[in-house]
């Protein structure tokens, strides 16, 4: 099948990063430290030991990583900022170097033409706070919105769109659950008390943000979701499929867009539901201008009455195609995408992520011929399209990532980006999938359709 397909005038094409995996300088300029800092250090925790010590070196070189970005043409840059950099005990005193890297970084897109979109949190929570309980600690919600204030104080003036958490389910589940994430606990309430404070933080974060300025801000949270699609057509499958869509998705989409959380995950979550006081769930239910969605995957699930809690397991079908990280299920977006405006109504979306990781080299001419990402890449543009003309207000797409960077508890064996990197010179190359971006965007469409 070919044919071409152009997206919406406007449209706001983008690359994504976080400031953990790119920027290094983890010591410097007054930077506190952050759980990741703290997590990386623990044997065994990361992938050969890796650290975000240094990165892609993004703290030194993001005046060349700015003026890459332009090349491609890119009309966004979501990036986060970093806590412990702006508050490096997590509350009290702020870094004013912190905040001035950031503005620097903020001119220099905008006098690029590239729309900054600058995520509040992601994961690097400041190791004092952690120390004190972290997330499933009610204050550290309180220290969340002081930080939010005291950036769109300095940023508001020029920042338009903010994004206050990245993937609160990740930061609960895999921080907070299953310990393969900082900071590293197994502890069932506590992370489910987690999910409940970012979500409540998220609603104190807006307010905050709100009150800066009175430019009309674009003020929204990122959600990593996934359709859940049962393992076999059996009741015991299709009912697993259900508890862990309860638990991936609806509980956050249902406090967000909805006001409440959704009876079958309390019941089903039980003593492990969080805590909640009276009017948080107002709170959280703030309104938003958009809802940021990350897509990767999907899942599929199994019935395992042995799997604690959910008793539900994800299964890894043979025969469909894999990364080196999931499955690739292109059509899944479209799925997600039609559901969630069916469903939750948000006044419009952004793809704050999608990307695949491709173990990607240096070629003997010098070029990085990821046609898989490419692949990969131009099959979600595609099923989003769908979606856009199906009536789902997506209104941008941002690439994970701009350039290859830490991985998390995968450390650099992951290369996500659409700019290579040489960690031992830190020299910079676009990838094939980076060049073939730039065409997207100049004819704001897929000239190539599916494949
Ligand atoms: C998402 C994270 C992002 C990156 C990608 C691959 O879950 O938000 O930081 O690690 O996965």
Redesign the pocket.
Known sequence: MSQTVYFPDGFVWGT?T?AY?IEGAWDENGRGLSVWDTFCRQPGKVRHGDTGDVAADHYHRWREDVGLMAELGLKAYRFSVSWPRIIPAGSGSVNPAGLDFYDRLVDELLARGIEPFVTLF??DLPQVLQDRGGWPNRDTVYHFAEYARVVGQRLGDRVTCWITH??PF?VAILGYFLGEHAPGLQDPVAAFQTGHHLLLSHGYAVEALRGVTDRPLQVGI?L?LRPVHPASDTEADRQAARRLDGVLNRIFLDPLLRGRYPADVQTLLGPVFPVLEPGDLTRIAVPIDFLGI?Y?SRTVARHDPDYPLIQAVQTHPEGNEYSQ?WEIYPEGIYELLTRVREEYDPARIYIT?N?I?VPDGLDFDGRVRDERRIRYLRNHLFHIHRAIEAGVPVEGYFV??FSDNF??AYGYD?R?GIVYVDYETQQRTVKDSGRWYAEVILRNGLADGLQ
């Open positions: 994504a976080a995996q992601h994961w990245n993937e990740v990122t990593n990350n990767y990280m992520e990307g990781p994970w990532s991985e998390w992951m996500f």
